[in-house]
């Protein structure tokens, strides 16, 4: 059954789900957090043929920014706002417009994203910074292993997805005008610095792989500068895929998105062969040739392939190493809050218990144990 693209959970390679959670759904509560009348009266003023009325519905889930199906009597659109109220966010928390300006610059772009519509930047419309996007239909796949294909449909799916990351590296964000979409250079040295205060401002226990990685990462960094746009949250779950061919058409959840290193986009989204399925949603263990998945190394050689990297990918093992470091530490910042009783749901517990073990499988990488 195909399924809305809208979705949106950060970090989601460690979110506490069983291996095939359930569609995003909508709620079944009717009213609206917005003031309808005010909000149907922008649209019709900012976007071109709208025509109300509109019913809202939001979607359930985790996301940070509540997204909603919003329906007028001839077409279906997707809006995604701050969370309210708008006076108790950080300045540079949920910054939405950032979505919509990555959006807006890929919309002519080989990477297939939601065509967005409007931004509304003025807090007193609706109490929110919001925009509002096209909807998109399509099939999510939400197990790695993609249970519900035949072996011979698999393969495809992954070459469509290798060729939408590989897509989105060859953009240079100068010619769209993201020149100035993250901070230049110096992307891991800032990125382990930051992660690392992180970790020390959360920690709970001593990790000795979480101490390795902290002392070993620094000195490993590759000598490149390279900066592309980077997805940051970059998975199969996060795709939309056509309703019956093996064609990515919609990418989501940019909310992490930045100028960064592309291959530490990569590395992350290479991590499900070396993660389990369910909590870490990987197909590491599975009989991958047999279920029809490419190995790692075909799916890296495909992409060095199609972003030209005669050389392949030579410090693979410090760009896995770093993307765990950086989970590891975010498991433990959800650890910490189930301690101080601000998380304190099973889920957070049991993510929290992760930043251990993946601090141990980074660390086994960064020394070189790929298997």
């Not at 006076?87 to 610059?105: M, N, Q, T, W, Y």
């Not at 226990?205 to 101490?211: G, L, P, R, Y």
């Not at 975010?330 to 251990?356: H, N, Y």
Request: glycine content about 8%; hydrophobic content about 40%; charged content about 20%.
């Amino acid at each position: 059954m195909p399924a809305c693209w809208v979705r949106g959970t950060s970090c989601g390679t460690l979110r506490a789900h069983s291996p095939r959670p359930e569609p995003r759904r909508m709620s079944e509560r009717s009213e609206s957090p917005f003031d309808l009348d005010a909000l149907s009266a922008w649209l019709g003023q900012a976007v071109t043929g709208f025509a109300g009325p509109i019913t809202l519905q939001k979607f359930k889930g985790g996301q940070s920014n509540p997204t909603y199906a919003l329906d007028t009597p001839n077409k279906r659109y997707v809006l995604r706002s701050k969370p309210g109220p708008v006076a108790k966010l950080l300045p540079s928390a949920h910054a939405i417009e950032r979505e919509f300006r990555v959006l807006d610059a890929l919309a002519d772009s080989e990477v297939p994203v939601p065509k967005v519509l409007a931004l509304c930047q003025d807090e007193g419309v609706i109490g929110r910074m919001f925009y509002l996007m096209e909807r998109v239909d399509g099939r999510i796949f939400w197990d790695a292993a993609l249970p519900e294909l035949d072996a011979a449909a698999r393969g495809p799916i992954y070459a469509a997805m290798n060729d939408t990351i590989a897509a989105l590296h060859r953009v240079v964000p100068e010619q769209i005008g993201l020149a100035d979409y993250g901070a230049a250079g110096n992307y891991f040295e800032r990125q382990i610095h930051r992660w690392s205060k992180q970790y020390r401002a959360s920690e709970t226990q001593t990790i000795e792989a979480m101490e390795q990685l902290i002392e070993w990462l620094p000195g490993a960094m590759p000598a490149d500068e390279e900066a592309r746009i980077v997805h940051g949250d970059f998975r199969i779950d996060n795709l939309v895929f056509h309703p019956s061919e093996p064609r990515v058409i919609a990418v989501l959840d940019w909310e992490l998105s930045t100028l960064g290193h592309p291959l530490a986009d990569f590395a992350y989204h290479c991590l499900a062969w070396f993660t389990p399925p369910g909590i870490m949603r990987g197909i590491a263990g599975l009989p991958i040739a047999n279920l029809g998945l490419p190995s790692l190394e075909s799916y890296i050689a495909d992409y060095c392939q199609k972003t030209g990297r005669q050389a392949g990918i030579p410090d693979l093992n410090f760009y896995l190493a770093y993307n765990l470091f950086r989970l590891a530490g975010i498991a433990q910042g959800i650890a910490k809050r189930a301690e101080q009783g601000t998380a304190s749901s099973a889920k957070a517990l049991e993510t929290g218990a992760l930043a251990r073990p993946v601090a141990e499988l980074g660390w086994r990488i960064a020394q070189g144990h790929m298997h």
